[in-house]
């Protein structure tokens, strides 16, 4: 019978499908979600579809665990297309844990470069070094989460893929697919809303596939189940979305409270001496861009005058006085977490050797050198703009 959200559940229901001997019984959930009896078909129709058509990515042409570890923890925050070259090089570069677990920490910083979110990098060489020294990798998500850095996410998705670790992804796609498929109307943030959602997806989950499962409910929500537009009639769990019976699948779930993004400005000061540019390292610990070059830098006032500003910040941060102060050379604008920043660099000669107690180490070093060393996407710029290579 054909309904306003597609195929009826009941018709669907009776299908070919059948239930997994693997698959467990089915978690109670207060979400409206199919009842028991419509599982195995629903299940086959979620799985039916991802066979047809899943896409062809890299790393589901291996079941290499250290393969597959590396793809999810590039995807936590970066796009599945820049992923797709930034994976294939990493994965060249570092071909195994043991090689990547023995690689200097800069160097896996340096090939991070452009993913953003450095601590990414940072954990997966810690996580390497523990999986080099135990000399297997976990079987279980338990076992993965013990690892630096390794969060329920990447644990249940690396487990289930690699090992058939029957464990229930849970990210903002399988979010988003759950409160359509169930009608539910609250934001999916927060800790209520996360255990309900975590139960909901265990019980969904297909025993049998568990790795195949958790891709395909993802990939539903990155290609079908969008958040504007939900393509409902290319959908295979059409017949059991309460979302769709509404009539507006889309406002489902309801849109949490985002905090407004402050802005600041920020001057860098360029000092240099010869061909060498003064450059400064983050503590390993930072929040932000931790083990990264980076020129003398910090807050400013805008409304400041920009030589008085531009000494403070030479002071402060290099322990440098400066002789003369140029106007800005560079201006970037980027996004960190959730502060809109607009940094301006400029040069300044200034006599001595710094010191700098907020960072880990300086150094003279050309824009070529520099360009060698780990830092972040925009400092990165900036050292390609003093080499005159461009900004
Ligand atoms: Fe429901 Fe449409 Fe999303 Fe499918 S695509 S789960 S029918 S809202």
Redesign the pocket.
């Given at each position: 019978m054909r309904t306003r959200?597609?195929w009826s559940a009941s018709a669907a229901a009776s299908s070919s499908a059948t239930t997994s001997a693997c698959t467990p019984a089915a978690e109670a959930t207060n979400l409206r979600l199919p009842p028991d009896d419509q599982l195995p078909a629903f299940r086959a129709a979620l799985l039916d579809w991802f066979d047809r058509g899943r896409r062809d990515l890299p790393w589901r042409a291996t079941k290499d665990p250290y393969a597959i570890w590396v793809s999810e923890a590039m995807l936590q925050q970066t796009t599945v297309a820049t992923v797709q070259s930034r994976w294939r090089a990493f994965i060249e570069r570092f071909p195994t844990v043991r090689a990547l677990a023995d690689a200097p920490l800069d160097d896996v910083l340096a090939q991070w470069r452009g993913l953003g979110y450095y601590q990414r990098a940072r954990n997966l060489h810690a996580a390497a070094q523990a999986v080099a020294k135990a000399g297997a990798f976990p079987r279980t998500a338990d076992g993965w989460r013990a690892l630096p850095g390794v969060g329920p996410y990447a644990a249940a998705a690396v487990a289930s893929i690699a090992f058939d670790d029957p464990s229930a992804v849970v990210d903002a796609n399988v979010k988003?697919?759950l409160a359509?498929?169930a009608a539910r109307e609250e934001p999916v943030e927060g800790t209520r809303a996360a255990k309900e959602l975590a139960a909901a997806a265990r019980r969904l989950l297909d025993g049998a596939r568990p790795g195949d499962w958790n891709q395909a409910v993802m990939e539903?929500?990155a290609t079908?189940?969008?958040p504007r537009a939900?393509?409902?009639p290319?959908?295979?769990?059409?017949p059991w979305?309460k979302?769709?019976a509404t009539g507006a699948?889309?406002r489902?779930p309801a849109p949490s409270a985002k905090p407004a993004k402050d802005s600041r400005t920020d001057l860098a000061v360029a000092v240099r001496r010869g061909d060498r540019v003064l450059i400064l390292r983050r503590p390993a610990e930072a929040r932000h861009f931790g083990g990264m070059w980076e020129l003398p830098r910090a807050a400013v006032d805008p409304a400041l005058h920009h030589a008085r500003e531009a000494a403070r910040v030479l002071r402060e941060v290099a322990g440098l006085e400066a002789r003369s102060i140029g106007d800005a050379i560079l201006t970037i604008r980027h996004t960190v977490m959730n502060s809109r920043i607009e940094l301006r660099v400029c040069a300044a000669e200034a006599d001595g050797e710094p010191a700098a107690p907020g960072h880990d180490e300086f150094r003279w070093a050309t824009a070529g050198e520099w360009l060698a060393l780990p830092s972040s996407s925009t400092q990165h710029r900036v050292a390609k703009a003093l080499a005159g290579e461009g900004g």
């Open positions: 959200a597609g988003r697919v359509r498929l539903l929500g079908v189940c969008s939900p393509q409902c290319r959908c295979p769990v059409a979305c979302g769709l699948p889309e489902f």
